[in-house]
């Protein structure tokens, strides 16, 4: 265990958010019963925490609602858990122990699948998954780690599997947001919170 609890940079407790950050976590916190220790750490640069908050939303939950609590809701192109499918994936091909466990968690809730993330995370390139998703992996990875090979072969061959262009581009922008996440969390050795990992078990 670390010797941060949360960041090895600090962090800021919930009551100590700006106003505007606060009544927007809130909510999050009251579905989960927590609140996600990256926010707590990104809370130390509000500005950048507005951003993410911003971005994160935009393409992981584009009809509304956020965090591991929040209902299912309406889908819109790629579905909820393909989404957590494929920051799981990610995440994993780029060693990054908060983001599997936190994510692994809503992914675990979405599919409704006490395995699956799990499965994901010890070997995103050769889990067993179906066509459409096993598509939607080896797209998220390639741009993870070697997004400079893409070519039109390799979109043609996503597309051939059933994705559309905006799905697609959301697994490019998904990989991209987790990128950064990524790396923050390296940045600050985030630490999970320990309830995630019992999450949908």
């Not at 979109?155 to 990989?175: K, M, S, Y």
């Amino acid at each position: 265990m670390s010797a941060h609890p949360v960041s090895r940079f600090g962090h800021v407790e919930l009551e100590d958010f700006p106003d505007d950050l606060r009544e927007r976590v809130a909510p999050i916190a009251e579905k989960s019963g927590f609140v996600p220790n990256v926010f707590r750490a990104l809370a130390r640069r509000p500005r950048e925490l507005r951003a993410f908050l911003d971005y994160h939303d935009a393409l992981m939950d584009p009809g509304g609602g956020a965090g591991p609590g929040a209902a299912e809701g309406a889908d819109e192109g790629l579905s909820k858990a393909e989404r957590e499918l494929i920051v799981v994936a990610t995440s994993a091909a780029n060693h990054c122990t908060y983001c599997v466990v936190a994510h692994g968690a809503i992914l675990r809730i979405r599919t409704k699948d006490p395995e699956i993330a799990d499965r994901v995370a010890a070997n995103p390139f050769g889990v067993d998954l179906s066509e459409r998703q096993r598509a939607i992996v080896d797209l998220a990875l390639q741009l993870a780690l070697e997004s400079a090979t893409l070519t039109d072969a390799d979109l043609d061959q996503a597309r051939e599997a059933g994705l559309t262009d905006d799905e697609i581009w959301d697994v490019g922008a998904i990989t991209a947001l987790f990128a950064l996440s990524n790396r923050m969390a390296h940045l600050t050795a985030l630490q999970p919170n320990p309830e995630f990992f019992t999450m949908g078990r």
